[in-house]
């Protein structure tokens, strides 16, 4: 027999729950800016670069690959060295702004990519704030607090004391599937 609570919504369940939407929806709205991730993912590129040109045999060091980069000229390097160096910047800058853009969109976001000649780009990605809230089921059992990903709760059944008995010593509870 399922179990059928007994509640009476009462204008001030109403005028609760009508704050929790609220404030729910400025949470869902609240974007992240992350400042620091430019920086980041500039450095990052730039020693992938240097890292997969050096190991086909390309001379420039992560300096000089950096100096690529940020647009100032190389005058010892050679034509080939910077060119595949370029390549590879311009390869990574596609992946970027496709692949990337795609994937940040699907989680309602937004990245926006401002460069500058000779000094390189700024990415600026901002994501829902709801990415960094996980929701859960909270369960106490024994007097303990639990918090169960929602994602791994099949479903919730109330158990009411006269449907626990004694099995081996052990409480119980038959749950229907």
Same mark, same amino acid.
């Given at each position: 027999m399922p179990y059928v609570p007994q509640f009476t919504i009462r204008p001030a369940l109403l005028t609760e729950v009508e704050r929790i939407a609220a404030l729910r929806e400025r949470i869902q709205s609240a974007a992240i800016d992350l400042a620091w991730i430019p920086a980041l993912q500039k450095d990052t590129r730039t020693r992938n670069v240097h890292a997969s040109t050096a190991i086909e045999?390309? /001379? &420039? $060091? !992560?300096?000089?690959?950096?100096? *690529?980069?940020?647009?100032?000229?190389?005058?010892?390097?050679?034509?080939?060295?910077?060119?595949?160096?370029?390549?590879?910047?311009?390869?990574?800058?596609?992946?970027?702004?496709?692949?990337?853009?795609?994937?940040?969109?699907?989680?309602?976001?937004?990245?926006?990519?401002?460069?500058?000649?000779?000094?390189?780009?700024?990415?600026?990605?901002?994501? /829902? &704030? $709801? !990415?960094?809230?996980?929701?859960? *089921?909270?369960?106490?059992?024994?007097?303990?607090?639990?918090?169960?990903?929602?994602?791994?709760?099949?479903?919730?059944?109330?158990?009411?004391p006269t449907d626990v008995q004694r099995v081996l010593g052990q409480r119980v509870s038959a749950v229907e599937r």
């Open positions: 045999g390309n /001379p &420039l $060091t !992560l300096e000089q690959v950096r100096a *690529l980069d940020e647009g100032r000229e190389l005058s010892r390097a050679g034509g080939r060295a910077k060119r595949e160096v370029l390549n590879y910047f311009a390869g990574l800058r596609y992946v970027e702004n496709n692949v990337v853009r795609e994937a940040i969109s699907r989680l309602k976001g937004s990245i926006e990519v401002t460069s500058r000649p000779g000094q390189g780009s700024t990415f600026t990605l901002r994501l /829902p &704030l $709801t !990415l960094a809230i996980i929701q859960v *089921l909270m369960a106490r059992v024994a007097g303990e607090s639990f918090a169960l990903p929602l994602d791994i709760v099949v479903r919730t059944v109330m158990v009411r």
